[in-house]
């Protein structure tokens, strides 16, 4: 079976988990505390705050902005319900968004049309990694005094006129669950400049308290501590950090593997007649999926299973999902995509013999 997706690990990760197993101190410890250094270097940000998921990252950044009862967030439909549950958890209301067909990212005409005196933050996800218009989102939003928190799950290490995403806007969203570009187990993180928001976020992780994340990073546990807020039990163990630290060691070579094979798939694949490749400039993306518009998709998909070849739907639009569609919404190009749409194999480890079998197996199905 080649798998759609799956991460890409070795010795480097046994021996960090077992370092950390040696020390006996598995919780929010100093491997956070380094791996919150790292990426704050990286995005060259004030504040990257370590959680245990992509979906965390996203519910507090929304909660540390103030959204809340009876706000609206602008979000595409097209994206995990990691992100659009997190909307829900502040009380909010999603505005389901538009796409273009090109990137499957956000449509700005229909961004533009949805605004209303309700809408407080724009929630844009760089669909595959490929960015979204952010000079844009950006311009829209200071126009309104909206927030722009950025779904980056898909986007660790693309870049944006020259900038990696997360390393300008407001805050950024990432995650580093077991199929992400780098992973760390299960675990995602919150970039940020503003101190007010990283304060909270900061506490909102760990069940509002105040004082306790210096003192875990120094791997005390202080007993008298203070509630401050409302908060979550939300904070990155050292089990995980010490996974992502050996991973984003690897980026670069993650980077390329992931640009190659992508490559490869755009320069196969841009020819046939019943596919429709997305836009993505390969130069400043780093892909996280490969995802075609395919003529007789569920057909294809079942005949790549035949072929030991798994492929996925990213992703049923969220809002026909049941718990939203009893309020029906137009969004005519989500739903061409979403009957078409098919994800094909790509990771780090895919070597490009499976690539081509994979390439191979796509054009025999249409051959027949
Ligand atoms: C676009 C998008 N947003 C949010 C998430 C949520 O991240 P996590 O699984 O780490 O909670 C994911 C995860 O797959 C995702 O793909």
Redesign the pocket.
Known sequence: MIPVARPTLGKEEIKNIEKICKTGWLGMGSLVFEFENVLKKMFGRKHAICVN????A?HIALAASGIGRGDEVIVPSL??A??IQPILSCGARPVFCDIELEDLNLSMDHLKRLLTKKTKAILP?HYGGVPCNMDLILRIARKDGLRVIE?A??AFGSEYKNRLIGSFGDIACF???PIKTISCG???AVVLDDDECAQKITKMRILGIDKDTWNRYHQKRSWLYEVQMEGYRYHMSNINAAIGLAQIKKFKVFKKRRQDIAKFYDKELSRLKHIRILRHDLESTVPFNYTILADKRDLLMHFLKTKGIVTAINYIPNHIQPFFRRKRVALPNTDFAYNRIIGIPLYSSLSINEARFVVGSIKEFYKR
Request: proline share 0%; net charge negative; no cysteine.
């Open positions: 998921t992509g979906t965390a996203i994206t995990f990691g992100t996800v779904d799950a898909h995650s580093f669950d299960e675990g995602g």
